[in-house]
């Protein structure tokens, strides 16, 4: 007779495992500790085989017998459906592994090596509530460009454009993890820079796409002023110092055998030190044999004993086409710097705001310290220009974390 609800609910255990028979081979095995497992007997190339279809009541009398016919539609076909299902979980275990999910994770127990707790978590918090719900168990070679834009689209229609773009970048770095381990080959995200409307803000217009700073790196070279302002003008994106602090700079202040910059913050009054790189050493040593018997690094082309004017720089933008109302201003180099260094390079927050001269609290409780992290900032400057040499070349960048 074939099973009934109430058969099956009713059945007591025995001193030795039961069979409860329904038909077409489909058997409930009552154990002698009382569980209750769903069993299909057939037969495949004149072997008899079992296949496991479940556990009750998880698996219902009506859901089991209905895998019973999927099983016996495989076997008519000349499928052996045990063999089947052991391809299906090797085809899930894979598609798991190289899940979205699964390589962001990767991702992000590499990078909690070099953040801030605060920053990973930020960043994991982006992934769990606006990228893991839609792609999350998407096999990361499938996902296309399409698809994360629906993600970015989500946020950016709650009023969260900021979050929107900063969660493009950390997906394209999950894509960038995946592409050095081998499981994708293209970063989708890629595709999608500029497909958000930039955010609005307050800030100095700035440039932040590592393209288009690569195309105006390359725009210096045609600037047609004076030598101490076209090295000025090479020097702000490098050392993204205050407009004022660089157009003010003088070489008491510069020690190009140590490669430092050291003066005080005028709007704080306080002591700033900035590492130089080789290559703004290189460019001061070749300035130095013009303006090196003067005070002033970058003297006024009128009267040398006063610095250049304090527009000289976004007059120079504005020579070469870019607007310093929407584009980028001579205060807008801080911005980028900020922006690719954290982003791309990913350099850690509070190295990137000492160098930076925010005022940030430190165990003492001082809000500036000229010589913390140090070697990072040296470290951090030296990766800065030579990432800005290769963005001028037009060279493909390899992200730091693939460098690693």
Same mark, same amino acid.
């Given at each position: 007779?074939?099973?009934?609800?109430?058969?099956? =609910?009713?059945?007591?255990?025995?001193?030795?495992?039961?069979?409860?028979?329904?038909?077409?081979?489909?058997?409930?095995?009552?154990?002698?500790?009382?569980?209750?497992?769903?069993? #299909?007997?057939?037969?495949?190339?004149?072997?008899?085989?079992?296949?496991?279809?479940?556990?009750?009541?998880?698996? %219902?009398?009506?859901?089991? =017998?209905?895998?019973?016919?999927?099983?016996?539609?495989?076997?008519?076909?000349?499928?052996?459906?045990?063999?089947?299902?052991?391809?299906?979980?090797?085809?899930?275990?894979?598609?798991? !592994?190289?899940?979205?999910?699964?390589?962001?994770?990767?991702?992000?127990?590499?990078?909690?090596?070099?953040?801030?707790?605060?920053?990973?978590?930020?960043?994991?918090?982006?992934?769990?509530?606006?990228?893991?719900?839609?792609?999350?168990?998407?096999?990361?070679?499938?996902?296309?460009?399409?698809?994360?834009?629906?993600?970015?689209?989500?946020?950016?229609?709650?009023? !969260?454009?900021?979050?929107?773009?900063?969660?493009?970048?950390?997906? %394209?770095?999950?894509?960038?993890?995946?592409?050095?381990?081998?499981?994708?080959? +293209?970063?989708?995200?890629?595709?999608?820079?500029? !497909?958000?409307?930039?955010?609005?803000?307050?800030?100095?217009? %700035?440039? @932040?796409?590592?393209?288009?700073?690569?195309?105006?790196?390359?725009?210096?070279?045609?600037? %047609?002023?004076?030598?101490?302002?076209?090295?000025?003008?090479?020097?702000?994106?490098?050392?993204?110092?205050?407009?004022?602090?660089?157009?003010?700079?003088?070489?008491?202040?510069?020690?190009?055998? &140590?490669?430092?910059?050291?003066?005080?913050?005028?709007?704080?009054?306080?002591?700033?030190?900035?590492?130089?790189? &080789?290559?703004?050493?290189?460019?001061?040593?070749?300035? $130095?044999?013009?303006?090196?018997?003067?005070?002033?690094?970058?003297?006024?082309? =009128?009267?040398?004993?006063?610095?250049?004017?304090?527009?000289?720089?976004?007059?120079?933008?504005?020579?070469?086409?870019?607007?310093?109302? @929407?584009?980028?201003?001579? $205060?807008?180099? &801080?911005?980028?710097? =900020?922006?690719?260094?954290?982003?791309? #390079?990913?350099?850690?927050?509070?190295?990137?705001?000492?160098? #930076?001269? +925010?005022?940030?609290?430190?165990?003492?409780?001082?809000?500036?310290?000229?010589?913390?992290?140090?070697?990072?900032?040296?470290?951090?400057?030296?990766?800065?220009?030579?990432?800005?040499?290769?963005?001028?070349?037009?060279?493909?960048?390899?992200?730091? @974390?693939?460098?690693?």
């Amino acid at each position: 007779m074939p099973l009934t609800d109430t058969a099956i =609910r009713n059945a007591k255990p025995a001193d030795k495992p039961r069979k409860l028979f329904d038909a077409g081979g489909l058997f409930l095995l009552l154990t002698v500790a009382g569980q209750r497992y769903w069993r #299909l007997k057939y037969r495949f190339a004149g072997k008899e085989k079992l296949l496991a279809l479940g556990v009750y009541p998880e698996v %219902s009398l009506a859901a089991a =017998r209905k895998r019973r016919e999927e099983a016996r539609e495989k076997l008519a076909a000349g499928i052996d459906p045990g063999e089947a299902k052991k391809a299906d979980a090797r085809a899930a275990r894979i598609a798991a !592994a190289n899940s979205f999910e699964a390589v962001a994770n990767g991702w992000m127990e590499e990078r909690q090596s070099y953040v801030e707790p605060a920053q990973y978590e930020k960043t994991l918090a982006r992934f769990k509530n606006d990228a893991l719900p839609w792609l999350g168990k998407r096999p990361i070679s499938e996902i296309d460009a399409p698809e994360i834009l629906d993600v970015l689209k989500r946020v950016d229609s709650r009023g !969260a454009r900021f979050t929107a773009h900063r969660l493009r970048g950390e997906i %394209s770095r999950v894509f960038r993890f995946g592409i050095k381990h081998g499981f994708c080959r +293209h970063d989708p995200a890629a595709d999608l820079i500029g !497909a958000i409307p930039p955010s609005q803000t307050k800030h100095f217009a %700035s440039i @932040t796409e590592p393209i288009k700073v690569g195309e105006m790196l390359r725009a210096f070279d045609g600037f %047609s002023g004076t030598f101490p302002v076209l090295c000025a003008l090479r020097l702000a994106p490098m050392l993204f110092v205050r407009p004022g602090e660089l157009r003010q700079a003088e070489w008491s202040e510069i020690d190009l055998d &140590r490669g430092e910059w050291r003066y005080l913050v005028t709007k704080t009054d306080t002591p700033h030190l900035v590492p130089l790189a &080789r290559q703004a050493v290189a460019i001061l040593r070749e300035l $130095h044999e013009l303006t090196g018997n003067g005070q002033y690094v970058f003297p006024g082309a =009128r009267d040398r004993k006063r610095p250049m004017s304090e527009a000289a720089i976004n007059a120079a933008l504005r020579r070469l086409g870019y607007d310093t109302r @929407t584009e980028i201003t001579g $205060h807008g180099f &801080r911005a980028m710097a =900020r922006t690719i260094l954290h982003e791309e #390079l990913e350099q850690k927050p509070e190295v990137i705001e000492h160098q #930076l001269a +925010h005022a940030v609290p430190d165990a003492l409780g001082g809000a500036y310290n000229r010589t913390r992290f140090i070697k990072d900032r040296r470290a951090m400057m030296q990766i800065w220009a030579d990432y800005l040499d290769r963005l001028k070349a037009g060279a493909k960048v390899i992200p730091l @974390t693939a460098a690693r």
